[in-house]
């Protein structure tokens, strides 16, 4: 029935439980497991006055962040019995994830939610709702 699988990987225990599912799916299909992870780098900016300084990213401390997430994701699906090559992506999370899968021609994206309400993800916009939302393929978002 599914032949790729996609699971954007953040390393937060939604996306864990979200990799234990897809990877144990991926096993039961017959299925090629895809990983990814879209790194967000937080900016911070100090308001000076009538304007406002940006405070460049670290860099470093961005690739360090990457390196510990995708090792993460390694693990995780290597504890399943699946071997993966984790992609990192650029850009917004939702754009990136939903372009890779049309990359890849996955034929289903597994997503970790945040477990918020529907009211609450609705106004914050979580990226489950984002990618159930505007995805060409299904998606399943595990809690």
């Avoid at 650029?90 to 289903?108: F, S, T």
């Amino acid at each position: 029935m599914f032949k790729k699988i996609l699971v954007p990987f953040d390393g937060s225990d939604p996306a864990e439980h979200a990799l234990s599912v897809a990877a144990d799916l991926a096993k039961s299909q017959d299925a090629t497991l895809h990983v990814a992870f879209v790194p967000e780098p937080e900016t911070t900016a100090l308001a000076v006055g009538a304007g406002a300084v940006e405070i460049p990213v670290n860099t470093e401390e961005l690739e360090r962040h990457t390196k510990e997430v995708v090792a993460r994701a390694q693990e995780a699906a290597a504890a399943r019995g699946c071997d993966v090559d984790p992609d990192v992506l650029n850009g917004r999370p939702a754009d990136a994830i939903l372009a890779h899968a049309d990359k890849l021609g996955a034929d289903l994206i597994v997503v970790g939610r945040r477990g918020m309400g529907t009211l609450t993800g609705l106004l914050m916009g979580s990226l489950s709702h984002k990618l159930i939302g505007v995805a060409k393929v299904p998606v399943m978002a595990v809690g």
